[in-house]
């Protein structure tokens, strides 16, 4: 009696085992939850935002901060024409700002004194009266309606070829004004607050009367700020030497400025205490 070996799947004969049967999926009820993405999580979790009182007052903060920052730059901005001006530009403009500070801080010193002196005086009425003349008096040296003298220089410009224009004597009366002149006569006419230059190199007219070179300055004031001033690298005396004109300076005690205006009624302004 022979046996039969098995072959391989372990059934007689060599026959296969039967498959397995597959599940058959049907459609998911409808009240199964459905698979959410990746991505769909993420947008739920960014919107609607939630924002916390802490987060608000940070983003007030930044609002504010981000503010003054493009102030500051916008500030800066404005400020560019000056750092592109020029190394002498700066200096002129650094000593007119000086100057003018030492005469704001020397006015409010003679007023805190006259405060002073109203104060501590018997006779108010009299030193009141006093006062009144003395301002009067220093209106009317502004005014070119009285005489002055006192510490200075004489400015005397030659111009030889004619160069000269009349804007070039304007600019000279605004540097002498900005270092502190306090009287001024050109040519024998008494510069005021509304003196003008006209006409041409040569042939120049102040308030409507012609003038020759030399043009002569008789200024009043302190001579230790007038001659800097017109000597500062690109300041007057540069400028006309750049005309072939010459400028020369000398300082004196003693200047007079006594050639005056005649006092003139305004036409429409009147006294409020009237």
Same mark, same amino acid.
């Given at each position: ?9 372990? /059934? ?37 935002? /939630?924002?916390? /009182? ?215 302004? /009147?006294?409020?205490?009237?």
């Amino acid at each position: 009696m022979t046996n039969e070996q098995n072959p391989p799947g372990g /059934r007689p004969g060599g026959a296969l085992p039967p498959e397995a049967p597959q599940p058959v999926r049907g459609p998911a009820p409808a009240d199964a939850p459905k698979e959410i993405s990746g991505r769909q999580r993420l947008l739920a979790g960014l919107w609607p935002p /939630r924002v916390s /009182r802490a987060q608000l007052i940070v983003a007030l903060l930044l609002f504010v901060l981000g503010l003054g920052l493009a102030i500051q730059v916008r500030s800066n901005s404005d400020n560019s024409a000056l750092r592109g001006a020029r190394q002498e530009d700066l200096v002129r403009i650094l000593d007119e700002l000086d100057n003018r500070t030492q005469r704001l801080e020397d006015e409010k010193q003679r007023l805190d004194d006259q405060r002073t002196e109203l104060e501590n005086s018997s006779d108010q009425a009299e030193e009141a009266r006093k006062q009144t003349l003395e301002k009067e008096r220093q209106l009317g040296i502004l005014a070119g309606t009285v005489a002055a003298h006192g510490p200075g220089i004489t400015l005397t410009i030659d111009d030889p070829t004619g160069a000269v224009e009349a804007d070039m004597l304007l600019d000279t009366v605004q540097e002498l004004r900005a270092a502190g002149a306090e009287a001024i006569e050109v040519n024998g006419v008494r510069v005021v607050a509304n003196t003008y230059f006209s006409g041409d190199g040569g042939d120049i007219g102040v308030d409507g009367r012609r003038i020759k070179a030399p043009y002569e300055f008789e200024v009043i004031g302190k001579p230790q700020d007038l001659e800097p001033a017109l000597n500062i690298p690109g300041g007057v005396v540069q400028t006309l030497e750049k005309e072939q004109a010459t400028a020369g300076v000398t300082r004196s005690e003693d200047i007079v400025v006594d050639a005056l205006r005649p006092a003139k009624e305004p036409d429409y302004a /009147r006294s409020s205490t009237q």
